[in-house]
């Protein structure tokens, strides 16, 4: 249960009363636009955002370019120059009303708007959110008492509590993606608990509230609303539809890890071992690997441990299909020829096939050793004394040692005891 409204209401009743003055005098000098209508078929998708914006009054260059724009200035009747900016993520929605034909720093100027929860028609006591920026320096956030009446929930609007979390209002004056001259841009960040919706979900909306339009310039008392010009409270019915947009369904996949490295002799194969994972939000998807290799790989099913095959006929091997979330481990095994020399890389590309564009490079680095052992090796005991005494004096280990590359190497070598854990000499 929400707590009840506090003083503020008293203090809103007394702004409303100068708003409803502003709204008569409106009325006499815009003309009054009639509202008939059970509902308003408009709605509005709000866009998925990776990038939410900062709520601070200002728009800076592309912060509000993925929203979706309403140019309220399109709608017969309104008479205030102003773009309304939508968007989303998992968390919250994002509105900015950037008012552009509003140049006058007046502070009296206000934004607002109503939500219909649950999309209903139907005024649920302490439900159906407003939220108000601007009215000298004023924030708040109304809910209804179920039968008409909007009363203040929290006022400056609170973040602490319950399902406010994040909750923010911003305005200011400056310039815009959408007009180079100074003015009035609002900014709201609404948590979507407090809303009671998630994203693919949508909730009734109206660009204007109890006491206030949409976007208002007070100096000259241009206003404009949303889904259509109107004039004072309006009814849930005339909302219009807010769509919350979900992430988009994408193909996606991981290759874990992503490269390689390993030595092996020539005339051996070298095992690598790695995960495909259908990171995609779309579907299953099958991935399919083009491999780029002057020694030759062949790629395995490692549970199965049987080659892969092109399971979807596209001339390339695979994965075959794999559901969302679930990943194959697979082996590739790099084929060492007996005369190699020195290394090659691998290219393994490996694509989703719902989404040629993405795909992902793995790289298997292989080299064979530049000085290797090349048995057999001879060892035999030196006595020094004259004439012999039949006790070596040293062991002379001779070795054999193949280089791909000419130049001086050195050898370190050390002689254990029988137990072999004790160092009895090195070299
Ligand atoms: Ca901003
Ligand atoms: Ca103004
Ligand atoms: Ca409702
Ligand atoms: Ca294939």
């Not at 006022?155 to 911003?170: F, I, K, Q």
């Not at 809303?195 to 006491?211: E, H, M, T, W």
């Not at 369904?249 to 390993?262: G, T």
């Amino acid at each position: 249960m929400r707590p009840r409204p506090s003083s503020n209401l008293l203090r809103l009743k007394r702004a409303v009363l100068s708003g409803l003055i502003v709204a008569i005098l409106m009325i006499s000098t815009e003309g009054f636009l009639i509202n008939t209508g059970a509902h308003f078929p408009t709605s509005i998708d709000s866009r998925w955002t990776t990038s939410p914006p900062l709520i601070d009054g200002n728009m800076t260059s592309l912060e509000w370019s993925d929203a979706t724009v309403v140019n309220l200035t399109s709608i017969p009747g309104n008479k205030l120059a102003s773009y309304l900016l939508v968007k989303n993520d998992a968390r919250y929605l994002y509105l900015c009303y950037d008012a552009i034909g509003d140049d006058s720093f007046d502070m009296l100027d206000t934004a607002s708007m109503a939500f219909d929860t649950d999309h209903d028609g139907i005024e649920t006591a302490g439900r159906e959110d407003q939220f108000i920026a601007g009215f000298r320096v004023y924030s708040a956030h109304l809910i209804s008492d179920g039968s008409g009446n909007w009363t203040v929930h929290d006022s400056p609007v609170n973040d602490s509590l319950p399902n406010h979390t994040g909750l923010a209002v911003a305005y200011g004056f400056g310039q815009s993606d959408f007009a180079s001259n100074v003015h009035r841009i609002y900014e709201f960040r609404i948590p979507l608990p407090l809303l009671g919706v998630s994203p693919g979900d949508a909730i009734g909306f109206l660009a204007g509230s109890q006491y206030f339009a949409g976007v208002l310039d007070y100096s000259d008392f241009t206003q404009s609303t949303w889904p259509r010009r109107f004039l004072g409270p309006q009814s849930l019915d005339k909302f219009g539809t807010l769509n919350i947009n979900a992430a988009p369904d994408i193909a996606d996949l991981l290759v874990d890890p992503l490269e390689q490295w390993n030595i092996g002799e020539p005339g051996t194969s070298i095992d690598y071992v790695f995960t495909v994972m259908n990171e995609g939000t779309m579907a299953p998807d099958v991935f399919d690997f083009n491999v780029s290799s002057i020694w030759n790989v062949t790629l395995y099913d490692l549970l199965l441990g049987t080659p892969l095959t092109d399971t979807d006929s596209d001339g390339l091997n695979d994965t075959g299909s794999l559901d969302l979330g679930v990943g194959k481990a697979i082996l590739a095994r790099v084929d060492i020829p007996p005369t190699a020399t020195g290394s090659t890389i691998a290219l393994l590309n490996v694509s989703s096939s719902l989404d040629l564009a993405v795909h992902l490079l793995g790289r298997l680095y292989t080299e064979i050793p530049i000085a290797r052992f090349t048995p057999p090796h001879n060892d035999y005991g030196i006595d020094l004394d004259s004439p012999p005494d039949g006790l070596y004096d040293y062991l002379r280990v001779e070795i054999s040692v193949a280089v791909e590359v000419s130049g001086a190497y050195s050898f370190e070598g050390y002689l254990y005891d029988q137990s072999k854990t004790r160092v009895i000499a090195n070299a």
